[in-house]
């Protein structure tokens, strides 16, 4: 085949969910701590097929630049964890280098995979190698090294395909850890089933078989209510066209007005000429880009116009009224949403006055469309995202470039530095204040969280195995034991220091009241200069999580 076309993009994606969705479970026991979450796998796997499915119905005159971009847009909506993120990401990459390049040849595929590596990376803070970036990266590399080679498309992907499989191989080398408990990477293994699936489906004119296992994955995946964008690529997202220039009297650079307004919108264009800067962004909120530009200097030619009010004339024939227009609730200053397991630790955050709770933590990642509309339920101007665990920061960070509305996230690890960042919280401050003050209040918690293993294995030289009792800090193993309280005082003993003023213990919905208080009252007895505190948490997965201030 020269170049792909829509039709065989289309079966490849849909291959490469079936794949994925196969190998759940694999991905998943690639898990470093053999703790029972869902993980890597359940998180790609649930990014990705419902991004596939939201392909499925696309008619086949759709060029497969505009199918790539459905893929793109749905996958990120539906991102969970970090993997699912990173995966979107790649998804977005491969999107504009097939969009830049124009067609699917060799040439114009090594240009998408290239972009899908610098477009993963920037997504991540500090990028770690050894991981699903490293995949990524060296698949691209590859490409670029040697798709002058190629002439024929599908042998060209399945050389970046081998060329990946010996990247991941090389995962457990690069990363310490990886190679103590003997597995690659899991995102980097969820990256080759997926360009496995799409180059199986290339090769034989077939998608993969959905599996009975596959199905079982893909049914409850459905039962959590994923949802796929639209498949209608012309929908307006951004909908007012807001041009204007601004005569320049102030030190402060066009850099900074684009680094203020960019997450706001699309089609951003900038143009700094010394004393005069050109400006034109599609947004949903004008108002906010002005006031920024306002920081530059005086605004003249100002032009703003209802996309989707003009659409809907040409459309239809008529002035219809804008479908998008903002209702008359009136916003008010600031809200939170918080994500949480546990009907105990949930009704705590509703008692801080969270407005809105996202059902998911360790065992289901909400995705970045869950968070989303919470966050757009809230009907706030400035809108506080609680994460509480550190594989949801990600997704939840992908919610400012969706929402109209300022998005500020707390990037808490867990449940109880996301209930002392609200419980600072100052209606009376302004929002720099409250935010560098939620932070301080969630950095001076340390958490550590009593469970289960689900498999045999070898963590710094300390045998585990399936059943064993575990007290883990952040992602290090700290207590390996037979009985769930005295794992838990061993945890809190590594946990409380000389600083230390208040123990928060919160029982999952596994401990009985009565064992959880013979805990407390074993506390309280030994660390009696500290606050000790028991509270229902009705938390999945860990029977204790222990917090120390």
Same mark, same amino acid.
């Given at each position: ?51 596939? *499915?939201? #392909?499925?119905?696309? =008619?086949?005159?759709?060029?497969? $630049?505009? %199918? +790539?971009?459905?893929?793109?847009? !749905? /996958? @990120? ?101 990886? *190679?103590? #408990?003997?597995?690659? =990477?899991?995102?980097?293994?969820? $990256?080759? %089933? +997926?360009?496995?699936?799409?180059? !199986? /489906? @290339? ?347």
């Amino acid at each position: 085949m020269i170049q792909l076309d829509s039709k065989s993009l289309k079966l490849m994606i849909a291959s490469a969910s079936n794949q994925i969705l196969n190998n759940v479970e694999k991905v998943n026991d690639m898990n470093v701590f053999p703790v029972p979450d869902g993980d890597t796998g359940t998180n790609m796997s649930m990014t990705f097929s419902a991004a596939a *499915k939201s #392909v499925v119905d696309l =008619d086949n005159k759709k060029s497969p $630049v505009e %199918i +790539l971009e459905v893929l793109s847009k !749905s /996958a @990120l909506r539906n991102a969970r964890g970090n993997s699912g993120v990173i995966l979107s990401q790649i998804l977005r990459g491969l999107w504009q280098g097939a969009e830049q390049s124009g067609e699917l040849d060799v040439s114009g595929v090594k240009h998408a995979l290239c972009e899908a590596r610098d477009t993963a990376y920037r997504a991540v803070m500090k990028p770690t190698e050894g991981t699903i970036l490293t995949v990524i990266r060296e698949i691209a590399e590859y490409a670029e090294a040697h798709f002058v080679e190629y002439d024929d498309v599908t042998l060209f992907l399945k050389a970046v395909l081998e060329a990946g499989k010996k990247s991941l191989a090389k995962t457990k080398e690069i990363l310490p850890v990886l *190679k103590q #408990v003997g597995v690659v =990477d899991a995102g980097g293994f969820g $990256v080759i %089933i +997926l360009l496995g699936g799409a180059v !199986s /489906a @290339l090769e034989s004119g077939k998608a993969a078989e959905l599996e009975e296992r596959g199905k079982a994955n893909d049914k409850q995946i459905a039962s959590q209510g994923i949802k796929s964008a639209e498949a209608d690529t012309t929908e307006i997202k951004f909908r007012y066209c807001t041009e204007f220039l601004i005569n320049k009297d102030s030190e402060r650079s066009a850099a900074q007005l684009m680094a203020a307004i960019k997450q706001k919108g699309d089609c951003m264009l900038v143009i700094d000429d010394d004393e005069i800067v050109k400006v034109h962004i599609h947004t949903n909120h004008p108002g906010f880009v002005l006031e920024q530009a306002l920081k530059l200097g005086e605004l003249i030619n100002i032009k703003i116009d209802n996309m989707k009010y003009q659409h809907n004339e040409i459309v239809n024939g008529s002035k219809e009224e804008d479908e998008l227009s903002d209702d008359d609730t009136e916003l008010k200053k600031y809200g939170f949403v918080a994500v949480s397991s546990g009907d105990g630790l949930s009704q705590l955050f509703e008692s801080l006055n969270c407005d809105k709770i996202v059902a998911g933590g360790q065992t289901m990642n909400p995705s970045t469309q869950d968070i989303l509309d919470a966050v757009l339920d809230v009907k706030a101007e400035n809108v506080f995202v609680l994460p509480n665990n550190k594989n949801i920061i990600l997704a939840a960070e992908q919610v400012n470039e969706l929402a109209d509305v300022n998005v500020i996230v707390i990037p808490t690890k867990n449940m109880p530095q996301g209930i002392a960042a609200i419980a600072v919280f100052n209606e009376d401050a302004d929002l720099d204040e409250n935010i560098s003050v939620m932070n301080e209040s969630a950095d001076l918690v340390k958490c550590g969280q009593v469970t289960y293993a689900v498999r045999d294995t070898k963590i710094n030289g300390v045998d585990v195995e399936n059943g064993d009792i575990m007290a883990v800090i952040g992602s290090d193993l700290s207590v390996v034991g037979s009985d769930v309280n005295e794992v838990a005082k061993e945890l809190a003993e590594k946990l409380v220091d000389e600083d230390s003023g208040v123990i928060s213990i919160y029982y999952g919905k596994d401990i009985e009241k009565e064992k959880a208080t013979e805990l407390s009252a074993y506390l309280e007895n030994k660390y009696s200069d500290l606050d000790v505190n028991l509270n229902y948490g009705g938390q999945n997965v860990y029977y204790y999580i222990i917090a120390v201030e």
